[in-house]
């Protein structure tokens, strides 16, 4: 693709509200060097919780992970940013489709590059663990 080419193709921002940022460390690599997709995995699960605890006012477990994909590698020192939106609710249940953007430190926000995106499930437990119902909108 040349320079006018992709100087004309569409921006591509962050879907969702921002809700984490790390900076990748040595210790999070893989024997490849790059860091560790687990790591990244977590990151994003502990994040995206977030509007999962907002929508049900509590406590909420983690109950399933789709369509996760990689789309790049992290490395060392670049800084992540996780974003998440609320695609589905049921009767206990939240759906979040969380997106993690990564730019070496340093550079422009702009300069930021989508590296990994998936759909968390999380459901709201009482205090005993069990599901509950989400509360009225």
């Known amino acids: 693709m040349s320079d006018a080419e992709q100087s004309s193709a569409p921006v591509r921002l962050p879907e969702g509200q921002p809700v ?4 990748a460390m040595p ?3 893989n024997p490849e060097g790059d860091i ?18 907002e929508r049900a006012n509590g406590r909420c477990a983690t109950v399933a ?3 996760m994909v ?3 590698p992290v490395s060392v020192g670049d800084e992540v940013s996780i974003y998440a939106r609320i695609i589905h609710t049921g009767r206990t249940s939240v759906r979040v489709h969380v997106e993690a953007w990564k ?15 998936g ?3 999380y459901v709201a437990i009482d205090s005993d663990r069990k599901p509950r119902p989400l509360p009225p909108v």
């Open 103 to 117: 730019r070496a430190r340093g550079q422009p926000e702009a300069q930021s590059v989508r590296v990994t995106e």
């Open 20 to 23: 984490g940022r790390v900076i």
């Open 65 to 67: 992970l789709d369509g």
């Open 36 to 53: 560790f997709g687990g790591w990244l995995l977590a990151q994003m699960d502990v994040a995206g919780a977030t509007p999962a605890f």
């Open 27 to 29: 210790a999070d690599t």
């Open 119 to 121: 759909v968390f499930t």
């Open 70 to 72: 990689f789309h790049q």
